[in-house]
């Protein structure tokens, strides 16, 4: 691991300043480098946090001032993004929807304390599934739309898929969510229970409804899960979380994980809070989370190469990893079958199948998926094994 590295990893957990100032003491730093990471890992705050507490003497003048200008910034910028949230949720009870915001504001604050540690890129809310027409129709009037053009039969296919859209107007993008992830990953919660948890929660000058605290951390797990863990910023959102909320009922969080089928999920969010950024787990949930081995082997691989360049991987190596986060046989088949057979928007602005023909999306997708794309990319990777580094690194981005 390079000191640049080992410092981001030091900054975005619980440890004590002292240990930032071992690192830079210890450490010659490439300072581009480590922004970069910093920003590309989405932890750009909580690492000019670290190091606005760090002895002054131990870095370089000119990045103490940029840290403490970049902090500001993401403060200004971030409590623009809660007031756009209010102003949203406001809007959506006058129609009487009903909205629980998570990740994003309500996140930063219950984490880390702050609304300026956290980086945003959007604004995510959860609504009733029976809701989700009339939401939409309420945030049209608010000037937010969505840039997707379908037949009524691509539309309802997709909200029956995605769990979520994503609206654009002014400020951030915003997320109404109905479910928390994809129907293909087949999380199977129980959302008018979750729904029945949701207690009030101070925030800047009133009170929001909220997430209960453990399904807070559920969602959390459940959103790094679903992106495969690839960005620092979702592993230090379950450090932070879990490091001040140490009264979190363990025995309800695992036994609701389990009976959803989620608990090896969140046993890999927590494991990999603990094993990167040192999160403070009770003796018995370190138990629980080691009790299972596919866990901690998951967790391994994850932290082998959490640093390491980032290349498209095959389709079939990205959906191995969501099929070994599940435990249960039939959510894993679920998830297999969903996956091979759910039409996406990519797949109906490829082609357009008049919609009395719409069941023609599932072998197009198949074919397209699974032959035409792995085709595709093997034959531009060879196409450019000859044209230096950053022709290859173009053809293993994501198409």
């Keep these: ?56 003497d131990l870095m370089p003048h000119e990045i103490r001032g940029a840290c403490a200008e970049h902090l500001r910034h993401q403060g200004r910028s971030a409590l623009a993004a809660a007031r756009q949230m209010l102003t949203v949720l406001d809007h959506l009870k ?12 309500t996140l930063a604050v219950s984490a880390f304390g702050a609304l300026g540690l956290r980086s945003l890129r959007d ?35 997709f909200l029956d898929y995605a769990g979520e859209e994503i609206l654009f107007g002014s400020g951030l993008p915003i997320e109404p969510h109905w479910h928390f992830a994809p129907r293909t990953l087949s999380f199977e919660l129980d959302y008018e229970a979750l729904w029945s948890r949701a207690r009030p929660r101070p925030f800047l000058d009133r ?5 209960a605290p453990e399904d807070e951390l559920l969602a959390v797990c459940l959103h790094g899960g679903k992106e495969q863990w690839v960005k620092l910023k979702w592993v230090a959102d379950v450090a932070a979380f879990v490091e001040r909320h140490p009264a979190l009922d363990w025995a309800a969080l695992q036994r609701r ?51 390491e360049p980032r290349q498209a ?63 595709w990319r093997r034959y531009k990777r060879h196409r450019t094994q000859a044209s230096g580094p950053a022709a290859q690194e173009q053809a293993d981005a994501p198409s």
């Design 1 to 56: 691991m390079t000191p640049e590295q080992r410092l981001l990893r030091c900054a975005a957990s619980a440890l004590p300043a002292a240990k930032v100032d071992e690192l830079l003491r210890d450490g010659e730093f490439d300072w581009t480098v480590l922004v970069q990471g910093a920003f590309d890992h989405g932890v750009s705050g909580l690492l000019c946090s670290a190091l606005m507490q760090a002895t002054p």
């Design 94 to 105: 006058a129609f009487g929807i009903e909205a629980i915001p998570f990740k994003g504001p």
């Design 123 to 157: 604004l995510d809310f959860l609504i009733r599934k029976e809701q989700t027409q009339s939401c939409l129709d309420a945030l049209r009037e608010l000037g937010y739309t969505h840039e997707r053009t379908l037949t009524p039969h691509q539309w309802q296919a």
């Design 207 to 211: 009170e929001l409804l909220c997430l």
């Design 257 to 307: 994980a389990s009976a959803q089928g989620v608990a090896r999920v969140l046993r890999l969010g927590l494991a990999l809070a603990r094993n990167l950024l040192d999160a403070p787990l009770p003796a018995e949930v370190t138990r629980w989370v080691d009790a299972d081995p596919h866990a901690v082997r998951l967790c391994g691989e994850l932290h082998r190469r959490f640093f």
């Design 313 to 375: 991987c095959s389709i079939y190596e990205f959906n191995a990893l969501h099929w070994h986060m599940r435990e249960r046989a039939a959510d894993r088949w679920r998830y297999l079958v969903r996956t091979l057979t759910q039409p996406r928007t990519q797949h109906f602005t490829d082609v357009a199948i008049p919609d009395r023909l719409f069941g023609l999306y599932v072998p197009y997708k198949v074919l397209h998926d699974y032959a035409a794309l792995p085709l």
